[in-house]
């Protein structure tokens, strides 16, 4: 019996392996291209997968071309802010669904939840003309503003302050504590958990959000990696070992995030069973 439950463990962390050998094929297939010539990395040769030689010339030309400085800065100055106002407005909008009653909340939750369903693109005319009335065009204020409220977050917070027991909103109560006090003393500091999960996922979100800054700041001062990236790809064609190099320079802020909150990561993802 033991004998079979060590095989099962060792075939399962085996394809555990080969999957996540598949998963890195293209960051590392990114990497190598990076350093290849044009030639090489159009080549339909499939045994061309090291450079011949290791090019760092295109490393050298998007860092002369791109300003790598002023896009990490606006990049993450965009996830700072979005972080910042989806976890403010997430919790207040999910505590007063949850445990509060006042006229039209089921409603109004409904209104949150068909937000969920409809595809965000629908929302993406009326959120431009509302920054062009602002003058929000070419603004980090532009970038930031689809992400002020997030229904999702709406939704976790709620099932988040749902799952805590009434008994602590009554003790808080005899003590003489109000709606306000409740909430940031008693029931927001136990859902720090799914407050970092949320933060963790605008984070992600905001990061790789392409078509947003692409229509709200179009100026290469003001845009953001992913729209920068964008439009490095040619109409007709593109250097795809300069593509590379400035995809992995993207990629380095991400990077660095998940090596510095990886336990965060983990728990953040374990906590609400999603994806990034």
Avoid at 69 to 92: D, H, Q, S
Avoid at 101 to 119: H, T
Avoid at 206 to 222: C, F, G, S, T, V
Avoid at 248 to 271: D, H, N
Wanted: aromatic share 14%; proline share 5%.
């Amino acid at each position: 019996m033991v004998k079979t439950q060590t095989r099962s463990a060792v075939w399962i962390q085996l394809i555990l392996i080969v999957f996540s050998i598949s998963m890195l094929v293209p960051f590392l297939w990114m990497i190598l291209t990076a350093f290849k010539s044009v030639s090489e990395s159009t080549s339909v040769d499939p045994f061309v997968v090291f450079p011949s030689v290791w090019r760092i010339d295109s490393f050298r030309t998007v860092i002369a071309n791109m300003n790598f400085l002023l896009l990490y800065k606006n990049t993450i100055l965009l996830i700072f802010w979005r972080v910042i106002t989806a976890v403010a407005t997430a919790t207040m909008a999910g505590y007063a669904f949850a445990r509060l009653n006042f006229p039209g909340r089921d409603f109004a939750f409904s209104l949150v939840l068909f937000q969920m369903m409809v595809p965000s693109q629908i929302f993406v005319i009326p959120q431009y003309i509302m920054i062009s009335k602002l003058n929000a065009l070419n603004t980090m204020f532009g970038l930031v503003f689809p992400g002020l409220v997030t229904a999702f977050g709406t939704f976790l917070m709620r099932q988040s302050f749902k799952g805590l027991p009434r008994d602590l909103e009554e003790a808080a109560k005899l003590d003489g504590c109000n709606i306000g006090q409740t909430f940031l003393h008693i029931m927001l500091p136990l859902t720090r958990s799914n407050m970092v999960a949320l933060g963790i996922f605008t984070s992600v979100f905001a990061y790789k959000d392409l078509l947003w800054p692409m229509i709200a700041a179009p100026r290469n001062e003001a845009t953001t990696l992913a729209a920068a990236l964008a439009k490095m790809q040619g109409q007709y064609g593109a250097n795809f070992p300069q593509l590379m190099a400035a995809s992995l320079l993207a990629c380095l802020p991400m990077i660095v995030l998940y090596l510095l909150f990886q336990r965060q990561f983990i728990e953040g993802i374990a906590t609400t069973g999603g994806k990034l």
